[in-house]
């Protein structure tokens, strides 16, 4: 009996890991434009997404809101262009998974190994013993230890203890991969991501590194820190990349695995450094190079939504629950009077989610989709992430599997109602809690999922 259980969980977690809700011939990709759709038509209250638009615009710029693949929402000019900062890092990420996708490097790749240099200079990081220990995981966590500036920063504590917001590390990171491949990463990215999701080169630019030298063994040295100028539409299309599991069409682009550990936490709770202001529980809610609400730090927005964030609220959300992805560029959002960061972006975030008033817009298929053959190295599980034990168990419903409304059919209500308590330590299908582990979770989706239109 316990080693069907213990078959049964790991079949479960591979089903968690690799499958995904719509088949790729489902999926609707954006050609040189975006299908447009009403949000009635997408099962979103246009009152909300004008909240968000309207809060966005009074500080100028523009932005995109999709669902489903279709454009839902936009404002200001979708095609000039802006100095993106931080939000560069999101592209630093898709460079790293592209490295793993082609199998030359894993989270767990030593830094030194491909950029013998890494740390140096100061020359006094040479004395701390830590470099040889720095992996790639450290420097797209912001864990390696290195300070602030973009340029050759000092050591600030040994890699994994602590956490502190870097774009030195981030830049260290861009020198490994771009002699790894022995290439501009602006050529690299072109070929390989940009062009194939439909990013024009009139709508992307990569500056000379601003901290560093221009050249790094006679191939141009990109910033992952910051760099990048372009448009809401070009962050929407890497949003969608991320949203469909780094598939753009029928072509992988970045594993999924890679995906799935990008957009979690990854940080591990680890103390912050010195308190650096406006970073509380900041390893709570990071991955590789994006910010998340792993941690509900916004109540009312889904734990799984995810986000690219520069200076002046430079934003790419991702929200795969809700099928939603939105970008938005201009101007800095007023800090909030506790001075948390995430309190200022909450405001805008906070009504595309709860603009979504009925389920999925995609038909679910019943087969998920096959795991890639190049398996790249397994993702490093989130940590502290307990699920609690039930006290009691609950009664086994009569209705069928999915079917939280009790009224013989699995369909969108039902998925509301999963919708509405994710999350949630609660039990009993009419919860959505189709498993009765007491959790409402991704393992309830997927029985719903698997037995929709029935």
């Known amino acids: 009996m316990a080693s069907k259980l213990l078959i049964f969980l790991y079949s479960c977690t591979l089903l968690l890991l690799y499958s ?98 890494l740390g140096v200079p100061p020359d006094s990081n040479k004395a701390t013993g830590w470099l040889p220990n720095i992996t790639l995981s450290h420097l797209a966590t912001q864990r390696a230890g290195f300070d602030k500036s973009g340029g050759y920063t000092a050591l600030l ?39 194939p999701i439909g990013i024009p080169t009139t ?65 591990g709770g680890v103390p912050i450094y010195a308190n650096r202001a406006g970073y509380t529980n900041a390893s709570k809610h990071y991955g590789f190079l994006w910010w998340n609400n792993a941690d509900k730090a916004m109540p009312n927005v889904p734990a799984d939504a995810y986000w690219s964030w520069g200076l002046y609220e430079s934003l790419t959300i991702v929200i795969p629950s809700l099928d939603i992805v939105a970008s938005r560029l201009g101007q800095s959002f007023p800090a909030a009077p506790d001075n948390d960061p995430f309190n200022s972006i909450e405001k805008f975030i906070e009504p595309i989610a709860l603009s979504v008033t009925s389920g999925p817009t995609l038909t679910p298929t019943k087969t998920p989709t096959k795991t890639p053959t190049k398996t790249p190295t397994p993702p490093i599980s989130p940590t502290k992430t307990p699920t609690k034990t039930p006290t009691k168990t609950p009664t086994p419903s ?57």
């Open 398 to 454: 009569t209705s069928k599997p999915g079917d939280a409304n009790g009224d013989g059919q699995v369909n969108g209500a039902d998925y509301l109602i999963w919708l509405s308590r994710y999350g949630q330590n609660v039990s009993g299908t009419a919860n959505g809690d189709f498993n009765g582990d007491g959790t409402v979770n991704g393992a309830d989706y997927l029985i719903w999922l698997s037995n929709y239109g029935k």
């Open 157 to 195: 504590f040994a890699p994994g203890t602590q956490w502190s917001y870097s774009d030195g590390g981030p830049n260290w990171l861009a020198e490994c991969i771009t002699l790894t491949y022995q290439q501009d990463l602006l050529i690299l990215m072109r070929d390989r991501v940009f062009t």
């Open 20 to 117: 995904h809700p719509v088949s790729a011939q489902t999926y609707i990709y954006p050609g040189t434009s975006w299908v447009t759709a009403t949000p009635s038509e997408m099962g979103m209250d246009a009152t909300k997404l004008n909240q968000a638009k309207n809060y966005a615009l009074s500080y100028g710029g523009a932005g995109m809101i999709t669902r489903g693949g279709k454009l839902v929402m936009s404002w200001g000019t979708l095609s000039q262009k802006y100095d993106i900062k931080s939000s560069t890092k999101s592209f630093g990420a898709t460079a790293l998974g592209l490295a793993i996708q082609d199998g030359k490097l894993t989270l767990q790749t030593k830094g030194q190994s491909c950029q013998p240099s």
């Open 203 to 267: 709508e992307l630019s990569w500056r000379s590194n601003n901290y560093r030298s221009d050249l790094i063994q006679g191939i141009k040295n990109r910033e992952f820190g910051s760099g990048i100028s372009t448009t809401v539409n070009s962050l929407a299309r890497l949003g969608y990349l991320y949203l469909r599991q780094g598939k753009w069409n029928n072509t992988q682009i970045i594993p999924s695995t890679f995906v799935d550990a990008a957009r979690v936490n990854q940080a």
